[in-house]
């Protein structure tokens, strides 16, 4: 697989700012690689707004998602469960998809993935924050990611595997996208969150993928 990657590194930092700052520099990113004038956000852990004043405010429409409704702005949003509303909606309509999650947003991913495959060399905007590591440590995963890694959801050393087994589960959501990656940014919290951010630019290929 042939990716292009800019790698981000943040270094030992106590997390909060040097997570903002890594958040929204990836989003900057990916919204300049789609284009501010075709970008269309779903946000679907969109909480008070914090990336859609820092960056998706700039993209030509978004759509955010949250179980807690939040007033005070003028933001679009469903107040709901985002698994049922990502079944439930037209995915075609959305060129960027952002998942922070700070756990698993795998399963989100995963809807992702089986509802908006690629039109050759369409290009798609993913954000992705996986925040297993822990969890992984101790031998435990979704199922969503286990499912797509091709593992069982309990096994001893996925901790040590986890870079690894993060890419044969976004290996199989390009697969399932019909996409190879274009562009990659990547920027790893510290040591003790374990927490990794992700931008991705997906572009469609011929329709043959295997």
């Not at 087994?165 to 019909?178: G, H, S, W």
Request: with cysteine; net charge positive; hydrophobic share 40%.
């Amino acid at each position: 697989m042939d990716i292009s990657q800019d790698l981000l590194r943040y270094g030992k930092r106590d997390n909060s700012k040097a997570a903002e700052n890594a958040k929204t520099r990836i989003r900057e990113m990916v919204l300049a690689a789609i284009g501010a004038e075709n970008a269309r956000v779903f946000d679907c852990f969109a909480g008070e707004g914090a990336m859609h004043r820092a960056v998706w405010h700039q993209a030509a429409d978004y759509v955010g998602c949250d179980k807690q409704w939040f007033g005070g702005d003028a933001r679009k949003a469903y107040v709901g469960d985002n698994r049922r509303v990502l079944r439930a909606i037209n995915l075609a309509q959305f060129s960027i998809f952002d998942c922070d999650h700070w756990g698993s947003p795998w399963e989100q991913l995963y809807i992702i993935a089986a509802r908006r495959p690629l039109a050759p060399e369409e290009r798609l905007g993913l954000v992705v924050t996986e925040g297993q590591g822990l969890k992984m440590n101790m031998g435990g995963t979704s199922k969503a990611f286990a499912k797509l890694a091709g593992i069982k959801s309990h096994m001893p050393g996925m901790g040590a595997a986890r870079n690894a087994l993060i890419e044969r589960a976004l290996q199989r959501i390009l697969v399932m996208m019909n996409a190879t990656i274009e562009r990659r940014w990547q920027a790893d919290g510290n040591k003790g969150s374990r927490v990794t951010y992700m931008g991705l630019v997906l572009r469609g290929g011929d329709g043959h993928a295997e």
